[in-house]
């Protein structure tokens, strides 16, 4: 017999949880239950202490990827949630993919998506993470990539998004190589709960309303101009991007030339810069 369905944890539960330094994980995919980690060591970036590799502020740059935030949510949970070489299962099930897709309308978890062009030239979604908002604190939950740099690239974008929209924390919870390659490092859980608590508080604007400050660079096809969604026969993903481009133009920001052709105030080269001057 198949495992009773659980119901989605609630939304006042997962961020009390959060607030409090701790988060759910499930054993498995189809596990309908969920345990609860405190873990001794935190890893964190600090949002000034970001490193960026001369080849990966190239990529950016070149503005190779166009990274959206908030498109395709869903999309990126469940792509985070799928097998891979070296993790055959996953702690993301069903479960957690409908709590924080709830948490997600209630405008506390958020996306950031990096598209490239298919073979076809529509937008294809090929990297992204996720995470958990409040106050002035982002806890990145996951990351994916379908292509190389891509989730490296909206690493990077998020800390330049949280520093404009006057964010203070990004709790990476566990450290990685890969994470400490691009500045992460560690504390104890007890220095983490004080830095949740001194980051208490709005933030200046949105994650999405931080993006938008940086312009787009725009090279779509057709099938997804503005106004064009799932119900015009595109796809959800396209209309994510279609409707990121309404945004942009909606809010009168530059036209930049398209996919990799970065102009001289391109998105990529504002975001290196934003993260590279100094005061």
């Known amino acids: 017999m198949h495992a009773p369905k659980r119901p989605s944890i609630p939304v006042e539960t997962l961020l009390l949880a959060y607030r409090s330094g701790i988060f759910p994980m499930a054993d498995q995919r189809d596990d309908p239950e969920v345990f609860w980690v405190e873990p001794r060591e935190r890893a964190i970036i600090p949002l000034e202490g970001v490193h960026l590799s001369k080849s990966l502020k190239k990529v950016i740059r070149a503005d190779r990827f166009m990274v959206t935030v908030d498109r395709a949510f869903e999309d990126v949970i469940r792509t985070c949630a799928e097998p891979r070489s070296d993790h055959p299962d996953t702690w993301i099930s069903e479960r957690i993919v409908q709590s924080y897709i709830g948490l997600h309308d209630a405008g506390h978890a958020h996306s950031v998506e990096c598209w490239q062009p298919g073979d076809d030239g529509e937008p294809m979604l090929v990297g992204g993470l996720y995470g958990v908002s409040f ?120 036209e930049g030339s398209g996919w990799g052709a970065a102009g001289p105030s391109s998105p990529g080269k504002l975001i290196v810069q934003s993260l590279t001057q100094t005061s």
């Open 135 to 254: 106050d002035r604190v982002f806890c990145g939950e996951s990351m994916f990539s379908r292509v190389p740099d891509a989730s490296k690239v909206a690493l990077v974008w998020l800390v330049a998004l949280m520093r404009r929209a006057g964010h203070a924390l990004l709790d990476c919870q566990f450290m990685t190589d890969h994470l400490q390659s691009m500045g992460a490092v560690s504390l104890p859980q007890a220095d983490y709960r004080r830095l949740v608590e001194r980051a208490s508080g709005a933030t200046r604007m949105t994650l999405g309303q931080a993006r938008r400050s940086f312009g787009f660079g725009f090279g779509f096809s057709s099938a997804y101009a503005p106004g064009e969604g799932a119900a015009a026969g595109g796809d959800a993903a396209g209309a994510g991007v279609a409707a990121a481009v309404a945004d942009a133009r909606g809010a009168g920001l530059p």
